[in-house]
């Protein structure tokens, strides 16, 4: 069974990360925890009487949300959490707690509290957790996958487990793999890691491109109607290489495709 972890704030964005995941998992024996956060922690009797209020508002939206879902997919189990501060933590430590196989998230959703679900939010639960992270565009709905675009650099996988929450998805949807080289030359070097997901019987790629590596890649993307990227994140992995070109978190989650991020 693929257990998912996908927080939300019931904004659009969020819920549309949500019913995107459905869509990815729905073919394989699937249980979902939703995860909402709320409120800011204190001891002011104020305070305490606000978060109050936004617990109960949480709860009647959660079971609302839960019923709807219900209804259309009665076969997936669905599991909630409502949670008192901190964002981040509170995700992570779900994260790492190895009871998850994904943690599914939105970009730009904002709650009614004015806090952004983007950049300190998704940025702090990718550097911090251990989980594979799916991070699902603003207004991006899902479509079958027929192929999946893993984008690695010079740098060698430790290991051809990093690889594993890549394999269940393409066994699910029997996806074919491209790796995706974004680079000025073609090197030798790409063909060290692909021994590590050789299984998957990958064709390779190369992108040669402006030297603006977040550019070049969401030009790839788009040009080749790309639907689902996969990263690894370690300290000197792809993903790395374009924080360091700084570029921000969150134009990098302006890819125009949904991310899976692995950790190295």
């Known amino acids: 069974?693929?257990?998912?972890?996908?927080?939300?704030?019931?904004s659009d964005t969020s819920l549309n990360a949500l019913f995107y995941a459905i869509d990815l998992f729905e073919s394989s024996s699937l249980e979902?925890?939703?995860?909402?956060?709320?409120?800011?922690?204190?001891?002011?009797?104020?305070?305490?009487?606000?978060?109050?209020?936004?617990e109960e508002d949480a709860k009647r939206n959660m079971d609302e949300l839960i019923k709807k879902i219900q209804k259309k997919k009665p076969e997936i189990v669905l599991k909630t959490k409502i949670a008192l501060n901190d964002t981040v933590p509170i995700i992570t430590s779900l994260g790492n707690s190895s009871k998850y196989d994904?943690?599914?998230?939105?970009?730009?959703?904002?709650s009614g509290l004015k806090e952004v679900f983007i950049g300190s939010v998704a940025g702090g639960v990718i550097s911090k957790t251990k989980a594979p992270?799916?991070?699902?565009?603003?207004?991006?709905?899902?479509?079958?996958?027929?192929?999946?675009?893993?984008?690695?650099?010079?740098?060698?996988?430790?290991?051809?487990?990093i690889a594993d929450p890549l394999r269940k998805i393409a066994t699910i949807h029997q996806s074919k793999i491209k790796v995706l080289h974004v680079a000025?030359?073609?090197?030798?070097?790409?063909?060290?890691?692909?021994?590590?997901?050789?299984?998957?019987?990958?064709?390779?790629?190369?992108?040669?491109?402006?030297?603006?590596?977040?550019?070049?890649?969401?030009n790839y993307l788009t040009k080749n109607d790309v639907r689902l990227l996969c990263l690894v994140r370690s300290k000197?992995?792809?993903?790395?290489?374009?924080?360091?070109?700084?570029?921000?978190?969150?134009?990098?989650?302006?890819?125009?495709?949904?991310?899976?991020?692995?950790h190295d």
């Open 1 to 10: 069974m693929n257990k998912i972890l996908i927080p939300i704030d019931f």
């Open 236 to 262: 000197k992995s792809f993903f790395d290489r374009i924080l360091n070109d700084s570029v921000t978190l969150k134009q990098t989650f302006n890819s125009p495709v949904p991310l899976l991020i692995l």
């Open 133 to 161: 992270v799916i991070v699902v565009p603003r207004y991006y709905y899902y479509r079958p996958i027929d192929e999946i675009v893993f984008a690695i650099s010079d740098n060698i996988l430790s290991d051809s487990t």
């Open 184 to 218: 000025e030359k073609e090197t030798l070097d790409i063909q060290k890691n692909l021994r590590h997901i050789e299984d998957l019987n990958p064709s390779v790629v190369y992108a040669f491109g402006t030297g603006n590596i977040n550019k070049d890649l969401n």
């Open 32 to 54: 979902i925890t939703i995860l909402h956060v709320y409120g800011i922690k204190s001891t002011a009797l104020l305070m305490k009487s606000i978060d109050s209020m936004l």
């Open 102 to 110: 994904f943690i599914v998230m939105g970009t730009k959703g904002v």
